[in-house]
Structure formats: structure tokens, C-alpha cells
């Protein structure tokens, strides 16, 4: 019997269809796992440890006076006074006209401070008047008794009020020519000092040399406006041989008066200037090492802080930190910190009650590398620090166990690869 | 109610099993066969007269000349429990063979097919309680396992006439099983997921022997039968556990003395329980018949080529059981075969349809497609 080649070529053709299709291979019998595949893994097994942190402290979180990322200007009743100090130490004395050669500074037009000003976190309707004050002075550059004292009357450069509409991004601070002109002169420094004064409690954040948005003194050395104005920037030339600290200096906040500092008991996050937490742990090496750690948690005790913007709310994110053993300073230890939680925490200042800090990946990079080379210790900062006055507070291990902070950790034990 | 009652039987179910996803593939694996396509076109019956089946040593002289034979065999699988299915492709290489005559009356044969495949993936997702006693999340369990235990032989055949053929094969038995297993957690921010895996390797030797007997030309008979050795488990350098390779028998018998047609049959036994000992979960192995018989008939003639044709049945205990349970395999199986290139090559096909069963709720049904080609140089 023969058979025409068209069957052949057909049954041919649906072998090799079956035949590449299963090269695509599936091997996933989920769809019967509630009744085919058992739980493999074991129980989540939870323990919490009451006495787990060796150390607590609340510790400065930038490395110095007026290394803030931004510059508060407030006046909050008895509340809140803080003042912003610019140093312009360093003025040009010539100026290149149009078209012209290099000549002296003879003259002095438009000068004005630029300020940048984060608009949405103004409190207050104003009108703000700001006060200009020269602060020059001889006494130790982070004596703030001592330039607080130079907010004085016969020390007032100017005055100017300004409606809540003037506040845009971009505010000009106008400064009398003469006190400029006079400034260059003489080769003396221009330090200014604002003060900001409103009929209710008012606010304002402005960007410093720290975070990027640098204030900067501009004037016209010629009222011919086709020369181009002259742009100073923030430079302090004191104290002497410490560049770093002078250029801190350069802008600065100073509080007046502001709210009492937590008490030595308590564990404080954020304020200004900014503080920080440290946290070193003793975790039992049989959790880290020998189990999966799924979950850890952080639980804390916050205690209410009700003086600043009770009700404004705070990101706090935990940190791991990296610094060895050597590291023994806790203040450095949290410098040497990286993020890697990726989670913060949302409180409010007026707040109380158990708050939680999720760890976990913490415990995975402790898994990895002994206590003697990564020391079991978290940072706690605000996500905004320094550009917020809020401080949240703890209760530290000194307090009563039952306010004491806690480890809760939820781990599940390693499953054995076996035959089944 | 019904539905009440299969909530209530996969509750029972589940919370006893140590089953992997598929009836088929508990244990260590599902046992491929080592038969080539056409003894799997002919439900097994005629395993132990073909040359490019692995069953018996004695057979390689019935290969004629020297010949590469290398088998594809992909499994479309269909898993139902209750009102729930899974639907799987498993690709599976399942035979390579070289055989060489050696003069008139020696033939060797150095073969690798597959003993027990175990690959599978699954994925569970079950509510546990993380943390705080009123926190609880969704966990996904997912299990991967990849590999299987080959049986790998070097056989030597010898036949003086046509009447009585011998043959030895001396099989070591290797292989791994790649696992991984993932506990996955949906919110990274609280929660590490963790993943482990780990390789369980294998190691182990046997021994076979085959005749075959044909008094007269129209009628065969043959016996053969593989000894175990010890089988050994590691996990990296850990020894996990010691078992008996399982020792095999089988009887077959053939008829030819209708012209064009060949009628077999076979039973063979395995001692599958001497496997138990490795379980660390006590996944119960059950000693089983194998079963099979068919046709083999000369069809049709396409392009000048002669087809052959192939029908058979099969019946088969599987070695593991699912919750204590014996899983049967009922298979009909058909197939062709194609001599190519002036016989210098062949090509066979073999389509088994496979039911496996236990008492519970649980069906199985697979389709094996088999591709087999024979090259001789």
C-alpha cells in the first residue's frame, strides 16, 4: 500500500510543532500546591529581647557650629528666637567697567543679599520685618552670647517688612550702599546679622553654603547698568588656621532661645542644632548566625514633645553603622553610617507610645560579617535633618523596662536540603 | 457540600504529604525506563529484543551494525486535585547510546539514560504570623528542584547463532538534584526574603544480566535482571544516607510468526523499596510489576519506505507513593518507525498516554512524546 506524501509531510510537520514546543519547558505544579506541596519551611518563630542595647545616646549630628544644611530665621515667642549671621569678610576693592579698565570701587548701587527661601515651610502671615544688624566683632566666633549682644539698635544696618506675597523663592534683602561702600573702604568685614520680628509667630528657612544654595551679596560698583553687578560670596576669615570651621562660618544659625533640650534620660532625633541616636546591640550569635532572620524590629518608646509643631510630621530613618570596633566615639561612629533599610519611620513631636523601626536588613549584613569587624549598632536620624527644628524623643535604656527599647525579632530556622 | 468536603480533603491531604508537586515525580523521581521509542511504541513488550533498549544487556547484538542512538522525550503533564489543575512541560533527554560490534559474535554498548528524573518547581503561598502577634503575611514558598540519577552502562553482548544471545553490563549510577528553596516576603522594606540552595549528589553501581532464547524462528524468549549495588547520597562533602540500588527483573517473550507482525509481551519487577532508607521524610517506596505487551506491525509504504507501525499497553507501579499510597501508571502508547538513508539511519516515534492514580482526589495524566534517531556510520 503507498500513501501520498501530503500525510507524511503533515504528520512530519506536527512532530516538529511538539517537538519545539516542549523545548519550552514548564515545570511549575503550583496550581495543585494546596494539596500537592506541603509548607517546607518551618514556623516563624518571634522572640523579643528586653535587654538587648548595650548603649543608647543621643550624640551632635553634624561635625560642627553652622554646618546645618539650611539657615532658620524664626521668632516664635517664648518658644523660638533664632538670628542668621552671613559673613562677608572679603569685599572687592576694583571693579572692570564696560569697556574700561580696572579701577577702584568709588561707589556702591543696589546692594542686596540673595536669599533663597523654602516657601512651603514659612509659618506665619506676616508681615515679617527682618532686621540687618553688623555683627563684626572681635570676640570667639562661636560665642553666641556675644553676637546675640550686637542685635542691638546702634548696630542696625536696616530694616524691611515684607509681606507673606514677598516671600517667593528669591527674596532680595536690601543693604544701605553706604554700608557696603563703607565696608570696602575701610577693608573691614560685612557681617550681617538678621532678626526676624512679625505680629504672630513666625518662620522662615533659607538655604546655606552647606546645602547648595548659597546667600549672596550683590552690587553695582557703577550706576551704569550695562557693567555687570558684582557677586560676593559667604567667606569668613576666622578663626584663623581652621578653614573648615571659618567655612562653617561663613552662614550660620544661632538660637537666641528655644526649647529646653532633652532631658540626659532620653533619646533625641532631629532639633536643631541636629542630634542623632546611637544604638550598639548585643544579639545572641545563635539568632544571627544560625537562623534566617525574616523580620526585626525596633521598638521604641516615643515621649511626647509637645512645645514645636506638635502635630508636624517627621521621617525618621535608621541607619547601620559601618565604623569598626576602633571607632569607640559614638558621635564619629554615626558619621560612619549608611542607609540600608530603606524604610522610615512617621511620627509627630506631640506623639507617644510604642513606635516601631523596622531592622531587617540590618540583620542581614550583620549575618555576614562578625561583631568584632561590623559592631551590632544603628543610627537613628530625621530624614530631614537639619532643615527642620522638630525633636522627636525616646525613652533610652535608663528608663523602666517596660519603656526600655526592645528587639523583636522574627526568625525561621534554616531548611535542610535532603532527600525527601 | 462537595465542596465542603474536598476543603476538608485537601486539609487532610496537605497537612500529611510530602509530596512535590505531581504524583509522578515523589521521591527521588519518576523512573523514564530506559526503553528506546520503539519498545515504548509497543507498551515496553518488546524491551528486551531491542538493541537501543537498556533493559537488557543481551540485546545489543540484535543492533546489527554500529549505531548512535540518541532519544528525545518531552512530557506534557496534567496534574488535577479537586478542582484545582497544573498543567507542566517537562523536556527529558532520557537516552544516549553508542554500540560497536566486535567481529562476528561480540558486541559492546556504552549507554547513559535516565534513572529517576526529579524536576519540578512549586510555589505555595500560606499566611504566617511575622512579628507582632496580630501581624501576619503572606509567605511564598517556592521549591525548584532540577536533575535525576542516570544510569550509566557498559555492556558487552555475545551471540554464536541467532538462537542464543548473552550479555553482561556493569551500570554506575550518578547524578544530582539542584535545590532551591525561596521563602519570599512581599514587602522588602520589613521583611528579608531568604533563598538556600544546595545540591544533593549521587553515587552508585549495579550489575546486569541478559539471554535471550529463540528455539524457533517465529517465537523468543528472554530473561534479564540488574543486581543493585549500594546507592550513596551527599550533600557537598556530607554523606546524608545509604540505600539499595533496587534490584530488577524482567521476562519477556515475542512471536513473529505471522509475516509483518510481532507480537510481545513483558513483566518485569523492582524492588523499589530498597530506596526507602534515603527518605528523610519517609516518603514510602513501593516493590512493583511493570507490565506491558504490544504489536509491531509493517505498515504502510511512504516514499519508498516501509513504516513500521507500533500499538502497546502498559501497567506499572511507580516507585513512590503520595501520602502512603501506591500511584499506578496505566499507559497506551503508539509509535512509528522510519528507516532512513537506506537504513544507514532510523527514526522512531512513540506517543504514550499515561494515567496515574491514587485513591485520593488526586489524578495525573501525562503525554510522552518520544523522538528517537538511530545513525549508523
Redesign the interface.
Known amino acids: 500500500m503507498k500513501l501520498s506524501s501530503l500525510p507524511l509531510r503533515s504528520f512530519a510537520c506536527a512532530l516538529v510543532f511538539l517537538a519545539v514546543l516542549s523545548c519550552s519547558e514548564n515545570l511549575d505544579n503550583s496550581g495543585v500546591c494546596a494539596v500537592l506541596c506541603p509548607p517546607v519551611g518551618g514556623e516563624v518563630q518571634t522572640v523579643i529581647l528586653d535587654a538587648t542595647v548595650t548603649l543608647d545616646t543621643t550624640v551632635q549630628a553634624l561635625s560642627g557650629f553652622g554646618a546645618e544644611p539650611s539657615l532658620f530665621l524664626a521668632s516664635r515667642g517664648d518658644t523660638l528666637d533664632t538670628r542668621v549671621i552671613i559673613r562677608f569678610d572679603s569685599l572687592p576693592a576694583t571693579f572692570a567697567p564696560a569697556g574700561d579698565t580696572v579701577q577702584p570701587i568709588q561707589s556702591v548701587d543696589s546692594a542686596y543679599i540673595r536669599l533663597e527661601i523654602d516657601t512651603l515651610t514659612i509659618k506665619g502671615a506676616g508681615p515679617f520685618t527682618i532686621d540687618a544688624y553688623d555683627v563684626d566683632t572681635q570676640a570667639h566666633d562661636t560665642s553666641t552670647a556675644a553676637i546675640l549682644a550686637l542685635f542691638r539698635p546702634d548696630r542696625l544696618i536696616t530694616s524691611q517688612v515684607f509681606a507673606r506675597a514677598d516671600l517667593k523663592d528669591t527674596l532680595r534683602y536690601y543693604l544701605p550702599n553706604a554700608a557696603v561702600l563703607n565696608r570696602i573702604q575701610t577693608g573691614t568685614h560685612l557681617r550681617v546679622g538678621l532678626q526676624v520680628s512679625a505680629p504672630t509667630s513666625s518662620q522662615i528657612r533659607i538655604g546655606s553654603a552647606e546645602g547648595g544654595v548659597t546667600p549672596l551679596l550683590l552690587f553695582r560698583a557703577t550706576p551704569d547698568t550695562a557693567t555687570k553687578p558684582l557677586t560676593v560670596f559667604p567667606l569668613s576669615t576666622t578663626p584663623a588656621g581652621e578653614p573648615i570651621v571659618a567655612s562653617h562660618l561663613s552662614d550660620y544659625t544661632i538660637v537666641a532661645k528655644g526649647p529646653p533640650p532633652a532631658p540626659p534620660s532620653d533619646l533625641a532625633v532631629g532639633g536643631f542644632p541636629p542630634h542623632r541616636v546611637y544604638m550598639r546591640f548585643d544579639i545572641p550569635s545563635s539568632i544571627i548566625d544560625s537562623t534566617t532572620v525574616v523580620r526585626a524590629t525596633l521598638l521604641l518608646n516615643q515621649l511626647p514633645n509637645p512645645l514645636l509643631d506638635p502635630t508636624d510630621s517627621v521621617l525618621i530613618l535608621p541607619q547601620l553603622v559601618f565604623a569598626g570596633k576602633v571607632v569607640t566615639d559614638p558621635a564619629k561612629a554615626t558619621q560612619i553610617a549608611s542607609e540600608i533599610v530603606g524604610d522610615t519611620l512617621l511620627v509627630f513631636p506631640g506623639g507617644s507610645g510604642e513606635k516601631n523601626v523596622e531592622l531587617a536588613r540590618a540583620f542581614s549584613v550583620w549575618h555576614s560579617e562578625s561583631p568584632d569587624s561590623l559592631p551590632r549598632a544603628i543610627v537613628l536620624k530625621t530624614l530631614n535633618e537639619g532643615n527642620s527644628l522638630l525633636e522627636i524623643r525616646f525613652s533610652s535604656s535608663e528608663d523602666a523596662s517596660s519603656l526600655r527599647p526592645r528587639l523583636r525579632i522574627s526568625y525561621t530556622s534554616r531548611v535542610p536540603l535532603r532527600v525527601p | 457540600m462537595r465542596k465542603l468536603f474536598i476543603a476538608v480533603a ?1 486539609a487532610v ?10 504524583l509522578s515525580i ?3 523521581g519518576y523512573p523514564t525506563g530506559g526503553m528506546s521509542a520503539r519498545a515504548e511504541g509497543t507498551g515496553g513488550g518488546v524491551a528486551d529484543f531491542d538493541a537501543l533498549s537498556l533493559v537488557s544487556p543481551a540485546s545489543l547484538v540484535a543492533v546489527g551494525s554500529a549505531a548512535l542512538f540518541f532519544q ?1 522525550s ?1 512530557e ?1 503533564r496534567r ?4 478542582s ?8 527529558r533527554f532520557p537516552l544516549v547510546e553508542g554500540v560497536l560490534p566486535m567481529g562476528q559474535q561480540w558486541t559492546l554498548g556504552l549507554s547513559s539514560s535516565t534513572f529517576l528524573d526529579r ?6 503561598v ?1 499566611r ?5 502577634t496580630t501581624d501576619s503575611v503572606d ?1 511564598t ?1 517556592r ?2 528542584v ?1 536533575g535525576a540519577i542516570n544510569d550509566v552502562r557498559l555492556a558487552l553482548a555475545w551471540a554464536r547463532s541467532p538462537v542464543f544471545r548473552i550479555g553482561v553490563g556493569a551500570h554506575v549510577f550518578s547524578g544530582s538534584n539542584r ?1 532551591t ?1 525561596a ?1 519570599l ?1 512581599p514587602d ?7 533563598e ?3 545540591r ?1 549528589s549521587f553515587a552508585g553501581f549495579a550489575a546486569s544480566l541478559g539471554v535471550e532464547y529463540h528455539p524457533v524462528r517465529a517465537i523468543g524468549f528472554a530473561l534479564s535482571g540488574r543486581k543493585g549495588g549500594d546507592l550513596r ?1 551527599q ?1 557537598g562533602d556530607t554523606a ?2 545509604n540505600a539499595k540500588l533496587p534490584d530488577h527483573y524482567a521476562g519477556s517473550v515475542v512471536y513473529e510468526g505471522i509475516p509483518g507482525t510481532s507480537i510481545s509481551a513483558r513483566v518485569a519487577h523492582d524492588s523499589w523499596s530498597s530506596l526507602a532508607s ?4 519517609n ?1 514510602k517506596a513501593f516493590d512493583g510489576w511493570d507490565m506491558g505487551g504490544g504489536v509491531e506491525l509493517t505498515g ?4 519508498q519506505r516501509i513504516v513500521i507501525l507500533r500499538v502497546g499497553a502498559r501497567v506499572r507501579t511507580l516507585p513512590f507513593g ?1 501520602n502512603g499510597e501506591r500511584v499506578s501508571e496505566r499507559s497506551f502508547t503508539g509509535g512509528i518507525g522510519l528507516p532512513l538513508a537506506r537504513d544507514r539511519a532510523g527514526f522512531d ?1 512513540a506517543i504514550q498516554h499515561a494515567n496515574r492514580t491514587v485513591k485520593a ?2 489524578k495525573e495524566r501525562g503525554f510522552i ?1 518520544s ?1 528517537g534517531l538511530r545513525v549508523s556510520p
Open positions: 485537601v491531604v496537605s497537612s500529611r504529604g510530602g509530596a512535590q508537586g505531581a515523589q521521591g527521588l528525545y518531552p506534557f496534574v488535577t486535585a479537586g484545582a489543575s497544573a498543567k507542566t512541560t517537562t523536556a524536576s519540578f518547581e512549586t510555589s505555595l500560606r504566617q504570623a511575622v512579628g507582632a509567605v514558598e521549591n525548584k532540577l535545590i528553596f521563602q516576603f522588602s522594606t520589613k521583611y528579608i526574603s531568604s538556600q540552595s544546595g544533593l547520597a550533600s546524608i544516607g534515603l527518605s528523610s521524610s516518603t504502510p509504504r511512504l516514499l503520595f516515534f482526589d488526586v512524546l523522538f
